[in-house]
Every structure is written in C-alpha cells, then in structure tokens.
C-alpha cells in the first residue's frame, strides 16, 4: 500500500525534508519515494527500529509505502521550504 504523505500545490521551488522512523514493534521495512520536480526520484528504505533521512531539492510529492506483508508502525517529519524573492 502507498500512502501519499505531501504533495507540492504551487510552482515555487521546493527544498524538502523527510525523516521516518520504523518502530521495533513493526514487522516490515517502510520504503520512501520523493518525487521530484525534475530527475530521477529519490528512494529509501527504513529497517524496524531505525530513523533515516534525507533532503531533496525540487520535490514534488512523498510517498511511503510497506515493504512486505505485516504489520508496520511509525512516524514522520517533513520541513518544506519554498523559496522567497523579492
């Protein structure tokens, strides 16, 4: 199952920031895909018990999503950031 956790709404340019933690209690590793504006997407996988994360600019939209059947439980973080000129 995917889960859509953000999506970009606006043309600016985006600098993202996303860490996910896998519970020990989880049974499955949680994949994370930022896709971005321009180029290739950014993925990586979270083991049970552990915090991963990671920056990307231009991005567009994060998905997480279960690596294998069983139960799986965390949480995340994002900071979005657009950039200003005056």
């Known amino acids: 199952m995917n889960l859509e956790i953000w ?3 606006t043309t600016r340019k985006s600098t993202v920031t ?10 499955s590793s949680i994949k994370v895909t930022v896709i971005k504006d321009i180029g290739n997407p950014v993925e990586f996988i979270v083991p049970f018990g552990n915090t991963l994360s990671t920056t ?9 999503s279960q690596e294998s059947v069983g139960s799986t439980e965390g949480k995340y973080c994002l900071e979005v950031c657009f950039a200003v000129s005056c």
Not at 56 to 64: A, E, H
């Open 7 to 9: 999506k970009k709404e």
């Open 18 to 27: 996303v860490s996910v933690f896998n519970s020990v209690i989880s049974h």
């Open 56 to 64: 990307v600019d231009d991005g567009k939209i994060v998905i997480v």
